[in-house]
């Protein structure tokens, strides 16, 4: 029953059945869910010159519907309350750079309307070669929030666009707080500035925990420190997506995405806000990372290099649409795209990819490597409710490489909900333990994993595992 999935993971207002599961950890990381109603919209943005992009190759033309007639000033009509992307793409790359400010102002509702329904990311890409680096520069201060968010658009660039939004909407907020004489106004604002802090604090470098107890086990065994770029202490962080209404939407890199060997992205389910648990996702995404360097130091590999992802890229639900699957749709097609963009971008220098799907999160997952035609090399779910696939065979995953953790004392693994057990045998996935113990490799201790939002936990047997899998190394993770 629903009650008896969710219960697990909701507040202590539910009383001693939320607090029997452990519910109240997530209490430890500040949870707070808002809403779109209780947020102001994204408030209007000045212009900043932004860094240029290095330009190799000559931009090669943009091959699109050409919208004929048209000058940098017609207003593009928005057919059903979507754009037909390609036609708006080329009609971008056609303008001079010096026009470009002036189409984004003419053109608010179409812009808005190609962040809602982008393109496929192989067609960013071929548009965005194909613009002079001018245009380019032009479009990154006249539509910052698109340029941000256009999976396939290399990553520094949407970073500095991304940063610049959130800087800029945090000063108009602080302005408002100082200024309005309207009480809701102000405490809208400060609700919406409170979410964007917590994006802000968690690009902060150095902001996550030490290390595991896993990695110092490994260095104290004196099988050296991390690998090639070190602790993730010391590295930067990149601002993949933003979305700076309502709730919020913001996926945030550890690492260097554009050159790492090994990527993980990490997708959360229920009551994961950004407000409530954006620095605790980039903190756990920074300690997976630093477990994964420590492992391919052991093995002698210490030039490989890892990012990992704190992918909160979708509305996570709550208590009261949990049982739906709209927002795992929403999840899917921006998971979907983020990869998709990924693998563009690298082509020819593909990394290795895999999930990580935590409860609803999971379940997002598991659509969109059922529902769209990219593959990864390997998926972790971990607290899954399922999805509609019942087999690792209705997966584009590759070679199979499907692994689930489940907590002891964490009854949404067992519930099927959305329509399969991926840790049922007849799954065909590869159960990992989560239980603790001796690690069979090191001699070093593992920590147990009882509830549902312990997975991610340092010095865990299930972190260990999901470290091992993220950098093709399944064959060592431990059995449950």
């Known amino acids: 029953m629903l009650f008896d999935v969710t219960a697990v993971l909701t507040s202590a207002a539910l009383g001693s059945v939320a607090e029997a599961f452990g519910v109240h950890e997530i209490s ?8 779109q109603d209780n947020v102001p919209q994204q408030l209007s943005l000045s212009t900043i010159t932004l860094a240029s992009d290095a330009i190799g190759a000559p931009p090669q033309p943009f091959i699109g519907p050409e919208p004929a007639g048209a000058t940098s000033t017609d207003t593009i009509a928005i057919p059903d309350g979507s754009v037909e992307a390609s036609r708006l793409l080329s009609k971008i790359a056609l303008l001079p750079a010096d026009e470009i400010d002036q189409f984004v102002r003419d053109n608010p509702g179409a812009i808005a309307a190609l962040i809602g329904s982008p393109p496929q990311s ?3 890409t071929i548009w965005w070669a194909s613009m002079r680096n001018d245009a380019r520069v032009a479009l990154r201060n006249a539509a910052p929030e698109l340029v941000g968010n256009l999976d396939g658009i290399p990553y520094l660039t949407r970073d500095l666009a991304n940063r610049f939004v959130l800087s800029s909407t945090m000063t108009d907020l602080e302005s408002t ?10 405490e809208k604002a400060k609700l919406q500035l409170a979410m ?8 902060a470098s150095g902001v996550h925990a030490p290390g595991t107890l896993q990695s110092s086990a490994l260095a104290s065994n004196g099988h050296g420190a991390p690998g090639k770029g070190g602790s993730a202490n010391a590295v930067s962080r990149t601002l993949l ?8 939407k913001a996926a945030i890199v550890v690492g260097d995405l554009n050159n790492a060997d090994y990527v993980s992205y990490m997708v959360p389910g229920m009551f994961f806000t950004i407000e409530g648990q954006m620095v605790y996702w980039t903190d756990a995404a920074a300690r997976l990372r630093d477990e994964q360097l420590s492992w391919l130091a052991l093995y002698g590999d210490t030039t490989s290099t890892v990012a990992t992802v704190a992918w909160i890229g979708y509305h996570t639900p709550n208590l009261t649409n949990v049982g739906s699957l709209d927002n795992a749709e929403e999840a899917r097609d921006s998971l979907a795209g983020s990869i998709e963009g990924l693998q563009g971008l690298r082509a020819g220098d593909e990394p290795y990819v895999t999930i990580i799907g935590h ?5 997002a997952a598991l659509m969109a490597l059922t529902e769209y035609e990219f593959e990864v090399d390997a ?8 999805s509609a696939a019942q087999s690792v065979n209705q997966l584009h995953v590759k070679n199979g490489n499907v692994y689930v953790g489940k907590a002891q004392w964490d009854p949404v693994p067992n519930s099927a ?3 399969s057990e991926p840790g049922s045998a007849a799954y065909g996935a590869r159960g990992f333990g989560t239980d603790g113990g001796t690690d069979p490799i090191t001699g070093a201790s593992m920590l147990r994993s009882f509830f549902h939002i312990e997975y991610f936990s340092p010095g865990t047997e299930s972190l260990r595992n999901l470290a091992l899998i993220g950098i093709g190394h399944g064959a060592d993770v431990t059995s449950q």
């Open 417 to 419: 909900f959305f329509g």
């Open 379 to 386: 998926l972790a779910l971990v607290g899954s409710p399922g």
């Open 122 to 124: 192989r067609d960013v």
């Open 241 to 248: 997506s933003l979305d700076v209404s309502g709730q919020g």
């Open 196 to 203: 964007l802090q917590s994006i802000s604090n968690a690009l």
């Open 359 to 363: 409860s609803y999160g999971s379940t």
């Open 177 to 186: 707080i100082a200024t309005q004489l309207g009480r809701a106004s102000a």
């Open 28 to 35: 430890r990381f500040a949870t707070s869910v808002t809403t």
